[in-house]
């Protein structure tokens, strides 16, 4: 059976961030001070060799688990949302692909887990330097992290919007003052 893992960075207006951000902080907390996720992720961190599946099974967050509840708190963000981020890959979560192309250091600029992650106006505004740092990346560094994205998310030809989305929108919600609520679901 085959699935399509998305990966959505959704701008969000303040109050929907105040509204849902403590139930949704809870969740990343939590899933950031399990044992075994808090081993594999310092495993991937110091470079240690983490086998695919291993990655794949740290990359998931615990926001896409809740879809209701997630859902819920993307519908309190309005139906002007201006640019958003919506990237898919069959049968494996987008990020995936994104962390085995940049790697830890790289990766460690994108704030919260692996893509799932929830911030207030300002701290859009202050990890904006941070996620530039992320995505720049020279010719050749772009081809051969494309090409690393593309041997982990097998089957997906297309990871341009890996690389292309985040940075714009991420710029965008800067510029409208809003929050963002960001995960990886199954829908």
Known sequence: MSYSGVWFLIPAPAAAVERHGPRLR???????????????????ERGGALS??????LVPGPLGQDPNG???????????????????ARNRYPVLGLAHALGPERLAGLPGWFGDLVLSPEE???????????????D????????????????????????DAVVPVWRATVAAARGMIGAQLIP
């Open 124 to 138: 859009v505004r202050a990890a904006l330097p941070a996620v530039e740092a992320v995505f720049d990346l020279d």
């Open 70 to 88: 997630l859902y819920e708190a993307w519908n309190d963000c309005g139906k002007e949302i201006g640019p958003y981020v919506c990237v898919s």
């Open 52 to 57: 695919t599946d291993e990655l794949e099974g």
């Open 26 to 44: 809870a969740l990343l907390d939590e899933h950031a001070a399990d044992p075994g996720n808090v081993e594999l992720r310092r495993r991937w």
């Open 140 to 163: 050749a560094e772009r081809a051969a992290a494309e090409e690393r994205a593309r041997d982990v998310l097998r089957g997906t030809d297309d990871v341009s919007g890996l690389f």
